[in-house]
């Protein structure tokens, strides 16, 4: 047996008492929170903004789970039946959080659960989970190159753009919404929408794998034209690209991204005192002067610079459509088989 001098056969005592009164694993995991997320600068600001700003001082550990949405929404969803899931909060798009919603995935919240909840704005005010960002799949294009700006989505099929638009492989639902749109059909039966991605076929527009890329190719000059987040249009202009947008006369399909509490969550007290922090007025300031997406809530004031650039006036508030979710969970594996079959032959 070893030699122990006395102070490391007191250390050694010392740890052995801890380790029997607080289990290993729950000395680790009590104060955890797990959250799945998107990593990058949207990671990056969730962690200085929400983990070290508020939920380290309160006792929390936040661990980021970072994957892309299908897989995070994906196990979320299957997760549901056993008794503990892997994650306590789950950042997702509106429509992937409502997937969830529908098969009782995620705990119900209001005021007595999350106290910032009634600060949320009215038309972004769910049950199942609360709104971190939003702003609108809307028209952005490169200012220099496209000197008039287009107020209506009939100038996404215009003869004259051909090989200059650029379509995000990633938003096909929103792309064909305004195919839809376009071609008189509606947001619950989405009807002339393969004629719409047909025709941009016919326009060599050109395809692009992710948001990052259509950002890049509207750099290059390779595209004039898309349809994204007018927020990502505004962060991409600030790296020096002359960028605008525009919410078109027919609308604009919303962009919402939500964060919930799985109902078997771990730690579900944790989960909920993230949900709070990311309604905290500071958050939604942050993420408004970095990203341009506008604050959810009613105290999350901006200054009137960054509002006038990121901001929607009352009429395009107005314009946004209200997407109908049940037709589109309904029909997504349609709807992606019709954007594959017409737009990539």
Known sequence: MPNLTRRSFLAAAAAMSATSIFPRNLMAQTNDVVVGTWGGTFGDLLAVNVDEAFMQPAGYNILQEISGPVPRRTKLISERMQRRGSMDAALLADFDMYAAAKVGAVEKLDASSVPNYDNILPFLKKAHSVPLIYSAHAIVYRKDLITTP????????????????????????????????????????????????????????????????????????????????????????????????????????????????????????????????????????????????????KNGEISPELEEKIGFSEAEQNRLWQPDFDFILENQAKLLDTWNRALKG
């Open 150 to 297: 287009p107020q209506s989505i009939a100038e996404l099929w215009n003869p004259k753009y051909k090989g200059k638009i650029g379509l995000s492989d990633f938003l096909y639902t929103s792309n064909m919404a305004y195919a839809s749109v376009h071609n008189g059909g509606t947001l619950s039966d989405f009807e002339g929408s393969e004629k719409g991605v047909a025709a941009w076929r016919d326009l060599d527009a050109k395809l692009l794998p992710s948001t990052e890329a259509v950002g890049q190719a509207l750099a290059s000059g390779d595209i004039w034209m898309t349809i994204i987040s007018a927020a990502r249009g505004y962060s991409w202009s600030k790296s020096g690209i002359d960028l605008g947008w525009v919410v078109p006369e027919e609308g604009a399909f919303p962009a919402v991204y939500e964060a919930a509490v799985p109902k078997n969550a771990r730690n579900p007290e944790g989960g909920m005192a993230y949900m709070n922090a990311l309604l905290d007025p500071a958050v939604q300031k942050a993420f408004a002067e970095k990203m341009g997406y506008l604050p959810t809530v």
